[in-house]
């Protein structure tokens, strides 16, 4: 089953809003503007992210759904791009 928008509506909004390839000189650059959102929307993020991370997603799944919505996509692999994401927004 496909990952859908609706079901991780804050970690869409921040990769396409914020990770495309003109939104920073970086990728780490253009999570953290997300930052400027609030900690509110910042955990909410972290949470759909733990979500995304925890579950038994299928790689493929992953980097389909990461490419979908954003410019970045770290060594062609969704999951490691996913993680970076969250690490980025728990600094």
């Known amino acids: 089953m496909p990952l859908h ?8 909004e921040l990769m396409q809003k914020h990770m495309f390839e003109q939104a920073a000189e970086s990728l780490k650059q253009a999570i953290a503007q997300y930052r400027q959102n609030g900690a509110e929307c910042v955990q909410a993020v972290l949470g ?10 299928p790689e493929a799944q992953l980097t389909q759904f990461v490419e979908e919505h954003s410019d970045y996509l770290v060594a062609g692999n969704g999951r490691a791009t996913l993680q970076l994401i969250r690490d980025v927004l728990k600094e």
């Open 48 to 57: 759909e992210l733990n979500t995304l991370l925890a579950g038994n997603i």
């Open 5 to 12: 928008e609706t079901q991780f509506p804050r970690t869409v």
